[in-house]
């Protein structure tokens, strides 16, 4: 059973930092997927930051590169450094996991609340 639970998040002014975690833990597959997703009422999910260690490929959402940086641990924790943050960074963002690049969300954390203001 994947589990996927998510920390770190907090109510900060623009212009802060915070560090989201995600501590995994139950997966049959190696070297997983993983990722960062965000969503705010009334639209749909949108993907932030992934990290896919068989390919070898880390890719951000226009709107965060160069603000925010996604890590992984070797016990496959997952982590989001996020720097210089803006009002519309405001969001639920929750952690995601699967065993490829191209199905790197087969499993959800519950999501936690990042809330930015001016």
């Known amino acids: 059973q994947v589990q996927l639970v998510e920390s770190g998040g907090d109510s900060v002014q623009a212009g802060g930092s915070l560090r989201l975690s995600c501590a995994a833990s139950?997966?049959?597959?190696?070297?997983?997927?993983m990722g960062w997703w965000r969503q705010v009422p009334g639209k749909e999910r949108e993907k932030v930051a992934t990290?896919?260690?068989?390919?070898?490929?880390i890719e951000y959402a226009d709107s965060v590169k160069g603000r925010f940086t996604i890590s992984q641990d070797n016990a496959k924790n997952l982590y989001l450094q996020m720097n210089s943050l803006k009002t519309e960074d405001t969001a639920v963002y929750y952690c995601?996991?699967?065993?490829?690049?191209?199905?790197?969300?087969?499993?959800w954390g519950q999501g936690t609340q990042v809330t930015v203001s001016s």
């Open positions: 139950g997966y049959a597959f190696l070297r997983p997927c």
């Open positions: 990290i896919a260690p068989r390919e070898n490929v």
């Open positions: 995601a996991a699967g065993p490829s690049r191209s199905i790197c969300a087969n499993y």
